[in-house]
């Protein structure tokens, strides 16, 4: 059973920012597009930090190593960004398959829009975190990153958006270093299957309040003062 994310805080500012932390018992193997520790490889941990919706810093990766760092935590690990109040993380689970889901749309796009020109960004943020409890083989892991971008996907389109994501999204699939390789990930193989029903729930579900109540960390924070 892959374990529960622990909540902890950072000191910025002078506030509490939430941070969403988990310790690996031994290192699982990862195919992630984070920014820091993104890639394929063993993990050792991994980070999803709330961040102000004004965040403009050109060193993510830099900020999260220091975030990590102040954490006490060494080696190869993963970390993710995110505008929304990472408390408000969604848990789905589907025959084996564990789904945690940050999800911030405040800013959708659809990936191939024409108009669009650079690099402008908000970080609203659907950060995805999958465990697969087998071994997957090296396309396999690829392949469960593009399965769960199909179902947030889906999602998205059910909660109504006429958007493929942020320009931001972040997707991390962790299963065991060891053991006998499941050959496929696709959404209708015996891991992709249920990891596209997980990642859809999740998205959904955090998708629909987070367009509810438009909660951000940074906006629940100016609201309280």
């Not at 509490?16 to 063993?42: E, H």
């Not at 990590?68 to 848990?91: E, K």
């Not at 496929?184 to 891991?191: A, D, F, I, L």
Request: proline share 8%; glycine share 12%.
């Amino acid at each position: 059973m892959f374990a529960e994310p622990s909540l902890t805080h950072r000191q910025e500012d002078g506030l509490d920012v939430p941070m969403l932390l988990w310790r690996f018992p031994q290192p699982l193997l990862a195919a992630s597009s984070a920014v820091l520790g993104g890639g394929t490889g063993p993990r050792e941990w991994l980070v999803n930090a709330s961040v102000a919706m004004s965040y403009a810093r050109p060193d993510p990766d830099v900020h999260l190593a220091g975030l990590a760092a102040g954490l006490g935590l060494t080696g190869p690990g993963i970390g993710l960004l995110t505008g929304v109040d990472v408390t408000d993380v969604v848990a789905a689970d589907d025959d084996g398959v564990q789904v945690h889901a940050t999800v911030g749309l405040g800013a959708p796009i659809q990936a191939a829009d024409p108009e669009a020109t650079g690099f402008g960004h908000r970080p609203g943020t659907i950060n995805i975190v999958v465990w697969v409890p087998q071994r997957l083989a090296d396309g396999a892991l690829i392949n469960a990153v593009a399965t769960a971008t199909e179902a947030k996907v889906q999602a998205l389109a059910e909660l109504g958006l006429a958007a493929t994501g942020t320009a931001t999204d972040a997707v991390c699939v962790l299963c065991p270093l060891d053991g006998p390789p499941a050959a496929y990930g696709g959404p209708r193989s015996r891991w992709g299957a249920p990891l596209a029903r997980a990642v859809h729930r999740a998205v959904l579900d955090g998708g629909a309040t987070n367009l509810a109540t438009g909660r951000s960390w940074s906006g629940r924070v100016e609201s309280r003062t």
